[in-house]
């Protein structure tokens, strides 16, 4: 954690300006920036992902700072990960940014070298980010190392919202052919009588971190206690719904669902799912599971999974592609995972785990710091 000495603001002479860590007194500065560079983000979204997040002390975030105005800032998103049995303050990048006027003048660079050598002495253990390519290029010059990508799984419920459609006729078409195809495929899942579901509005904490518990993958991930789910799905730009599998009355599994209005339509991201490795009983819940979530987002131009919590088999039956293949391979963004020790130099294994290798993580969407 920063210390008083090292929260010493730093001033460059040649340019004047400061790189500092962010301050209370920096919250309509930072808002202002942020609203112009990326805009429609509250002040509720922003207590929720660094005033209220529980994980840090403080706001993780370190400024850039010009005749008393904020003009750059590098946030993070702090978690508490675990790796077989230890567990590990991680950080990721989110939301950088630098005001269209102070570009091209090595502010990331700075402010991430301030992150790192503050963290250095303790605070954050690694970093692991999902950034953009430009992104990617900055954190490259610092010593971060790409780990590969992480797999996605999508159900294309409404083609016509991701594709040049000529006219309204094409488009009721493609949207036609689409849902005829998806129920076919889960005419194809044996659904399970015995298997009950149920659906919360309400964060059942408690309950998914009993899931989580039951078999904890032995991967890098974030650690799933009720802490941890009371805070992640609070985001307020996405409305969360949570679903829960018994069998004789015992909760077996659980899935999370985040979905929220885009230009394209309503889109529903399964944002988690527990326990995170299966066994007998999970595994007959799951496609329960799926089939009513899937029933109760209907109205989605899409619906993603990440990662491998869910059987890739059963997403395929259930209509679901993975990105990393044809059809959807040369039409999806790769999501690449870039990751660091903290300080850069230091150690890249976790509990005897290599950073850089993406076998060595177990990730769902709720490591994704937008969702």
């Not at 044809?326 to 890249?348: E, F, Q």
Request: with cysteine.
């Amino acid at each position: 954690m920063p210390t008083e000495t090292t929260t010493v603001e730093r001033r460059q002479s040649d340019d004047d300006y400061t790189i500092r860590w962010y301050r209370p007194e920096d919250r309509e500065g930072f808002l202002t920036l942020h609203d112009r560079v990326f805009s429609g983000f509250s002040a509720e979204w922003f207590d929720w992902k660094f005033a209220d997040n529980p994980y840090l002390p403080e706001a993780p975030i370190v400024v850039a700072e010009r005749d008393g105005r904020i003009v750059g800032a590098r946030p993070n998103l702090a978690f508490q990960m675990r790796a077989g049995d230890t567990y590990h303050t991680a950080i990721q990048s989110c939301d950088t940014m630098v005001h269209e006027d102070h570009r091209r003048r090595g502010l990331f660079s700075r402010m991430s070298q301030r992150l790192f050598e503050d963290y250095a002495d303790g605070g954050a253990d690694f970093t692991f980010n999902v950034p953009n390519q430009m992104t990617t290029a900055g954190l490259a010059k610092l010593g971060c190392e790409i780990a590969g990508e992480h797999t996605t799984y999508y159900r294309v419920q409404d083609p016509a919202a991701y594709a040049d459609v000529a006219n309204r006729l094409a488009a009721t078409a493609g949207r036609l052919a689409a849902r005829t195809y998806l129920r076919a495929r889960g005419r194809r899942v044996d659904v399970p009588d015995e298997v009950s579901v149920t659906r919360h509005t309400e964060i059942p904490a408690s309950t998914l971190a009993r899931l989580y518990r039951r078999r904890p993958p032995t991967e890098i991930h974030a650690y799933r206690d009720e802490q941890f789910f009371e805070y992640r799905f609070g985001n307020p730009r996405w409305e969360y719904t949570v679903y829960t599998a018994r069998l004789g009355g015992r909760p077996v599994a659980g899935v999370v669902t985040g979905t929220r209005e885009t230009e394209s339509g309503p889109v529903t991201n399964v944002a988690d799912a527990v326990p995170l490795v299966g066994d007998a009983e999970r595994d007959r819940a799951l496609p329960a599971l799926l089939d009513r979530l899937l029933a109760d987002h209907t109205d989605s131009t899409v619906i993603a999974v990440r990662g491998d919590a869910i059987p890739p088999a059963l997403l395929a039956a259930f209509g679901f592609h993975s990105d990393r293949r044809l059809p959807l391979r040369p039409l999806a963004t790769p999501t690449t995972m870039i990751v660091s020790p903290v300080p850069p130099d230091g150690d890249w294994r976790v509990a005897g785990r290599d950073l850089r290798d993406i076998s060595n993580w177990r990730p769902t969407f709720v490591e994704h710091n937008t969702i």
